[in-house]
């Protein structure tokens, strides 16, 4: 029942942006491709008077890309987040965000010097009050204008080469919702031509930092909105649902029943507990070659600040986060039952990276938010894909309403 009205819920993440802060949107900004607000403690751009943080030249990765995507400079995702911006703040030490107003994750206080671990807990471990402040939380994101962003709702070209921004406000569970949209839809060609062989963050390598990382900001958010400082996401235990019990795979998994491309989620666990314990080096995450956007340095589309897949591929606790059943869990048993995957860790390092992330409550959700996303591509792909981005508002509230149940 919780857990029904968790998916109703979470259910609305399957649309809706560019992660743009509202700070850089104006046509000045956009015309001098210039990112650096300032932050609110000294009024310098990047808090740079505070030795927060400066403001610099992107630097792009040059590393080649997969063959998949066959054009260039056709669609404003293509080397983020360079069409928009080529100059951001780029932060020191601990601290993050398109201001350096934030802390990097896992990181406290005014001069983001304190480390604190966050454990994310099982759903069902939650108690009745507990679980009711979680679904208020949503509620009130969902009821609450983002102060900090705002979503493209046209093409650069479309904003001729940004001298006209079109941009909207939206609220902040939306602006999540809208981010997973941009950053997984196909590209536009012009006139009704659409290319769907482009995903920035499935289907690849990229597939976990990107959910890793926009959990983490969703999470972030919600602190932010609630004063909550503590509040973390719950992860739901797949392995417990009816639905995988044709999962036999304990491990990595048969194939997921909803869709046999993807893998089963049956086996997050193990993969978490991979990454976490074993620390795999970075170069186990390609470095060139995947598939646009997924290389190692590229930059994850559409977050601004910057952040790069690789920086993703590291421990959870490094990240600041840690889940519930593993703080007592018996390390022997994992290091013995996951050993023999070691062996082949670099040679099915998709598969793994596939697995590993499949595994919150939300990124579960997110699964199967792809598949109704492409279902629906297929069905409304005139009305919506071949309309770059979000035209009229009836179309904005279609695709933010399919996902209201
Ligand atoms: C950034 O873009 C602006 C506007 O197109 C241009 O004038 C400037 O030379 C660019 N800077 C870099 C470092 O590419
Ligand atoms: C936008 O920039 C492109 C490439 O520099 C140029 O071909 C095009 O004419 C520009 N469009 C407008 C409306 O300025
Ligand atoms: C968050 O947790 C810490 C440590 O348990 C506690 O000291 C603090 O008061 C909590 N903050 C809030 C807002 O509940």
Not at 1 to 25: D, E, N
Not at 211 to 229: C, V
Request: with cysteine; net charge negative.
């Amino acid at each position: 029942m919780i857990l029904a009205v968790l998916y109703c819920l979470l259910w609305s993440f399957q649309t809706s942006t560019g992660h743009f802060p509202r700070a850089c949107t104006s046509s000045k900004n956009l015309m001098e491709k210039e990112c650096c607000p300032p932050w609110r403690g000294d009024g310098s751009p990047c808090g740079q008077l505070s030795g927060r943080g400066s403001c610099q030249n992107i630097v792009l990765s040059n590393a080649p890309l997969g063959p998949q995507f066959p054009f260039t400079g056709v669609d404003d995702r293509e080397a983020w987040p360079s069409v928009f911006y080529n100059r951001t703040c780029q932060c020191f030490g601990n601290f993050m965000g398109f201001n350096c107003g934030n802390c990097k994750f896992g990181f406290w206080g005014p001069k983001c010097t304190e480390k604190r671990l966050s454990v994310r807990r099982n759903i069902f471990d939650l108690s009745i009050p507990e679980k009711n402040k979680f679904l208020a939380y949503l509620t009130l994101a969902k009821h609450t204008t983002s102060p900090d962003y705002v979503i493209p709702t046209g093409t650069y070209g479309q904003m001729n080469n940004g001298s006209t921004p079109m941009f909207n406000d939206i609220n902040i569970y939306d602006l999540f919702v809208w981010m997973h949209y941009y950053v997984s839809r196909d590209t536009f060609l012009g006139g009704s031509e659409i290319w769907r062989d482009i995903d920035f963050a499935h289907e690849a390598p990229g597939f976990l930092p990107w959910h890793r990382l926009f959990l983490l900001l969703w999470e972030q958010e919600i602190q932010k909105l609630t004063g909550d400082e503590n509040f973390t996401i719950p992860y739901w235990d797949w392995r417990d649902a009816e639905n995988c019990d044709v999962c036999t795979d304990e491990y990595m998994g048969g194939r997921n029943p909803a869709n046999p491309n993807l893998l089963s989620p049956a086996s997050f666990f193990s993969s978490w507990q991979w990454l976490r314990k074993h620390r795999p080096l970075q170069e186990v995450y390609p470095e060139a070659n995947a598939p646009i956007g997924h290389n190692r340095e590229s930059y994850m589309v559409p977050f601004i600040p910057l952040y790069r897949n690789g920086d993703f591929f590291i421990s959870s606790r490094d990240l600041g986060y840690e889940y519930s059943y593993l703080q007592d869990s018996e390390p022997d048993f994992f290091q013995d039952y996951i050993k023999p995957y070691l062996e082949q860790a670099s040679r099915i390092w998709p598969w793994l990276i596939g697995a590993a992330v499949v595994g919150s409550v939300l990124t579960a959700v997110l699964g199967g938010i792809t598949i109704l996303i492409r279902r629906h591509r297929k069905r409304k792909q005139l009305s919506e894909e071949n309309q770059p981005l979000l035209m009229e508002k009836e179309d904005y509230h279609s695709l933010l309403d399919q996902s209201h149940l």
